[in-house]
Structures are given as C-alpha cells and as structure tokens.
C-alpha cells in the first residue's frame, strides 16, 4: 500500500504558485487578490477560511477576509456580492458555506460573477466543466484529480466508483473522471443513499472515491484487493481524549482498508489540504484569465 500524501502534494502545489507570484512581482504586476465572505461564527467555517487566508499570504497573493455577524440579511450579503463582483481589485472570491439558515444560498452562489467564482459552484462553471471547456472545477474534485495525476495513477479504462452525488464533490468528480483527460477516461459508477447492494458495486471498484459524510463507513470486506481509495470525508467525532474535543475522520476505516488498497488517501492529510491548494490554483487561474 501506498499513501497519496495530499499534505505532501499540496505543499509542492503551492510551492509552484509561490514560484509564478513571485515572478510576477518581479514583472512589476500585480499579485492575485482572493476574497472570502463568512457569515456568523461557525466554528468549522472559521477554521476553514482561516486557513484559507494563511495559505494565501504563504503564496503571496493578496486576501480580504470578509466577516459578517450571522444576523446579516439576504439583501446585505447580496449587496456585498455585488460589490466584490464590481471590484477590479479582487480577482476571485468564495462564500463560505453553509450560511445561516435564513439565506437562500442558491440565491447567493447564483449571484457571483462567474468569472470570480473560483469555487466553481456557478452553473456557468459547472456547466463549462462538463463540457470539456475552460472553467474553474470546483476545488475537492479538483484536487482529487490533481493527485491521481501527480502519483500517475492509472484511470483510463479502469472501473471508478463514487459513493455521494453532492453537486460540490460526488457530481463533478464522477463527470471528470468519465472525461477524456489524464486522470480520467474511466467507468465511472455512481453511487448514492438510495443505491441497493452498494457493497456490490464498491467490490468491483479499481478506483474508490468515497464522499458521503459518515464516518469510517467503507469497511475492508467491501474493497477489492489493489483497489485504489480515495476518502473525501470530512467529519468531527467527538472526543473527550482529545484536546480540542472532537476528532476528523474519513468515510473509510483506513486502518481495515489501508492493507488491502494500493493508494490510499488518509484523513487528515490527503483530500483537505488539497481543496486548499486547488482553491489557489483557481485564483492564479482568475488572475490570468481576467488580466485582459
Ligand atoms: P452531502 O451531504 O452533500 O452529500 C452526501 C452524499 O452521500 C449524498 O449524495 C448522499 O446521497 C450520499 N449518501 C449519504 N448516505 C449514504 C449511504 N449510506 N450510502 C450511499 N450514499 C450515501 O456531502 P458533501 O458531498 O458535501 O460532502 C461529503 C463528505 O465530504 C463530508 O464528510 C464533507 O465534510 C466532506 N467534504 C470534504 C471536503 C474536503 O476538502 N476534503 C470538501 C467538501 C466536503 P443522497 O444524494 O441520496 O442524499
């Protein structure tokens, strides 16, 4: 078994944008500037965007972290969106999610100017992606795609399996990897809470990529021997050991699972880190898509 060390990759990742910012100083132009808007005080959220804004001053570019009490109405964070899509200083801003309850996301995310959506979660961007066009791909299946390419995992032809249709992970993954590229080209089988026999299909899997959001869920006996395991899950266990009180754990019980994979991604330490990577990748992409 091999580990696909997203920490490792991410690091390397933004070591190359470190690289392009810091050869676009020495041009004389001017660095990418990412915005984030928080609304309220959750405690994820915060740690989340936090690390976005640390990432962004390691590599150079400029940030703006936009916090907002979680009393905020609909009309002001439109307000607010507006005014970052009319900005010509920033070249790409996220509104973290989730949002207070009283706020139609769909209504917020709709309203992002597309060439600013460096999540990727416009329709327009989604759209472009699944058409094989340039967009900005939304950044977990970004970086999902990101380490298969850099581990050079072999994907063309082989049996995919995704458990979880979430348009921000389970959907755009499973379409890129049915696409003609890299990491790519493959049979690609969607799984979701509705699926009978999951273990079936999760048997028959060369490629395991598991987004579903419970915990320690794919267990050994549902893995084929050398299959290839990819854990995007991401959830607080609570734990009384544990000095902050919780602890992250993937959708795969990796110490079952580990043994019988030939790539594994861990959690902490794979799929996170580089959704953090890619979501600066997409802002060096804004920058240079939007120069003109
Ligand atoms: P959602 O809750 O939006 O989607 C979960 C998906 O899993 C749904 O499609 C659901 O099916 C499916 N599902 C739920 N239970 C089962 C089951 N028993 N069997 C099969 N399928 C099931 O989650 P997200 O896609 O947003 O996130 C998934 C996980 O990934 C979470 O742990 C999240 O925290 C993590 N995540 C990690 C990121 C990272 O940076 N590493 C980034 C984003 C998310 P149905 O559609 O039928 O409801």
Known sequence: MKLLDGKATAQHLK?????HVSEMKQRGERVPHLAAVLVGNDGASLTYVGSKVRSCEYVGFESTLIQL???????ALLEQVDALNADPAIDGYIVQLPLPKHIDAEKVLLAVAPHKDVDGFHPTNFGRMALELEAFIPATPYGI???????EIPTSGKHCVVVGRSAIVGRPISILMSQKRTAGNATVTVAHSRTENLEALTRQADILIMA?????YLKSDMVKPGAVVIDVGITRVP??????????????DFDAVAPKASYITPVPGGVGPMT???LLKNTLLARMWNAN
């Not at 579903?212 to 320690?216: K, N, T």
């Not at 050991?241 to 919780?246: L, Q, T, V």
């Open 15 to 19: 070591e190359e944008v470190k690289a």
């Open 69 to 75: 009490p979680e009393d905020t109405t609909e009309a």
């Open 145 to 151: 795609i990101e380490l298969l390419e850099r581990y």
């Open 212 to 216: 579903l959001g419970i915990p320690d």
């Open 239 to 252: 734990d009384a050991n544990h000095p902050k009180g919780y602890v992250i754990k993937g959708d795969v």
């Open 276 to 278: 953090i990577a890619m």
